[in-house]
T-cell receptor, first 112, second 114 residues
Framework: DAKTTQPNSMESNEEEPVHLPCNHS???????IHWYRQLPSQGPEYVIH???SNVNNRMASLAIAEDRKSSTLILHRATLRDAAVYYC?????????????FGTGTSLTVIP | DAGVIQSPRHEVTEMGQEVTLRCKPI?????LFWYRQTMMRGLELLIY????????DSGMPEDRFSAKMPNASFSTLKIQPSEPRDSAVYFC????????????FGPGTRLTVL
């Protein structure tokens, strides 16, 4: 299994940047790094993904280490609506298609 | 589009009873996934389908669990007989294309087995 390791929980003050770390030391060359988040009482939703280069979109930025064994999801200005569980996932290719391995994620608390 | 639709949203049943969870994927999506979420184990992939055909069911916990997709717009996950340890939130997700990046999740079904 392509696994990731994340802290169980983190806190951030509102309107400050948040850096959510993820370790994936067993990543293979073809594994993409994905981030999803799950708001309370909802299903997970896609945030961002990348392979080697850093990525930006309207929700967040993804910084990938040069050796790809770790990555960081960056929320530039945390809002109360960003309080959620954030999952770092490896999209692993097998001959039957892509596989996603969700773990237990990082629970982000945003303090007003 | 209404998104992925799951029913029921909540189900309470007694041990030994049969439970059927239902999912309608987003129209046009050719992949459908069933996940289970618990506090202890997080979000686990149970099974997924491509064009209504089961591709990988290695995550299905045991023979009490079965899933079907009779057509492109409907799938079921059945537990028979149910046990208290099956209590969890079950999510259905769908997406399009082999090289997909984004899965679209439904709101989930919270199952409680007494």
């Amino acid at each position: 299994d392509a696994k990731t390791t994340q802290p169980n929980s983190m806190e951030s003050n509102e309107e400050e940047p948040v850096h959510l770390p993820c370790n994936h030391s067993t990543i293979s060359g073809t594994d993409y790094i994905h981030w999803y988040r799950q708001l309370p009482s909802q299903g997970p939703e896609y945030v961002i993904h990348g392979l080697t280069s850093n990525v930006n979109n309207r929700m967040a930025s993804l910084a990938i280490a040069e050796d790809r064994k770790s990555s960081t999801l960056i929320l530039h200005r945390a809002t109360l609506r960003d309080a959620a569980v954030y999952y770092c996932i490896l999209r692993h290719w097998v001959n039957t298609g892509n596989q996603f391995y969700f773990g237990t994620g990082t629970s982000l608390t945003v303090i007003p | 589009d209404a998104g992925v639709i799951q029913s029921p949203r909540h189900e309470v049943t007694e041990m030994g009873q049969e439970v059927t969870l239902r999912c309608k994927p987003i129209s046009g999506h050719d992949y459908l996934f069933w996940y289970r979420q618990t506090m202890m184990r997080g979000l686990e992939l149970l099974i997924y389908f491509n064009n209504n055909v089961p591709i990988d069911d290695s995550g299905m916990p045991e023979d009490r669990f079965s899933a079907k997709m009779p057509n492109a717009s409907f799938s079921t996950l059945k537990i028979q007989p149910s046990e208290p340890r099956d209590s969890a939130v079950y999510f259905c997700a769908s997406t399009q294309g082999l090289d997909y990046n984004e899965q679209f999740f439904g709101p989930g079904t919270r199952l409680t087995v007494l």
